[in-house]
């Protein structure tokens, strides 16, 4: 089993900055593809950005030229660095990773793995 946990979510007025962090701990033999994922309310939750273990990034169009996705491998942590905040950004944002883990009796899988949220609050 991995856990995700979601850090760095505020209230911040329109036009200004947040980082977000995600780390993940358990029984972790490798993370491929970690990103971040947001719910609006009222809507389906969507993609925001993904980043690969080769640190290939992807944004949504939403999100591109504001926000910044990276990770750091070695402290198994992925980042969300958010700027030029709007209010349309106001959401609850989730971390995900697919990742390698392994069973009690030692068999390695792949499965998708959840955090469970921060809230980002931009007022206009």
């Known amino acids: 089993q991995v856990q995700l946990v979601e850090s760095g979510g505020a209230l911040v007025q329109a036009g200004g900055s947040l980082r977000l962090s995600c780390v993940a701990s358990?029984?972790?033999?490798?993370?491929?593809?970690m990103g971040w994922h947001r719910q609006i309310p009222g809507k389906q939750r969507e993609l925001v950005a993904t980043?690969?273990?080769?640190?290939?990034?992807n944004y949504a169009d939403s999100a591109k030229g504001r926000f910044t996705v990276s990770r750091d491998n070695a402290k198994n942590t992925m980042y969300l660095q958010m700027n030029s905040l709007k209010p349309e950004d106001t959401a609850v944002y989730y971390c995900?990773?697919?990742?390698?883990?392994?069973?009690?009796?030692?068999?390695?899988?792949?499965?998708?793995?959840w955090g469970q949220g921060t809230q980002v609050t931009v007022s206009s």
């Open positions: 980043i690969t273990s080769e640190s290939n990034t």
């Open positions: 358990g029984n972790i033999v490798s993370i491929k593809t």
């Open positions: 995900n990773a697919e990742a390698i883990t392994s069973s009690s009796t030692g068999h390695y899988y792949t499965a998708s793995f």
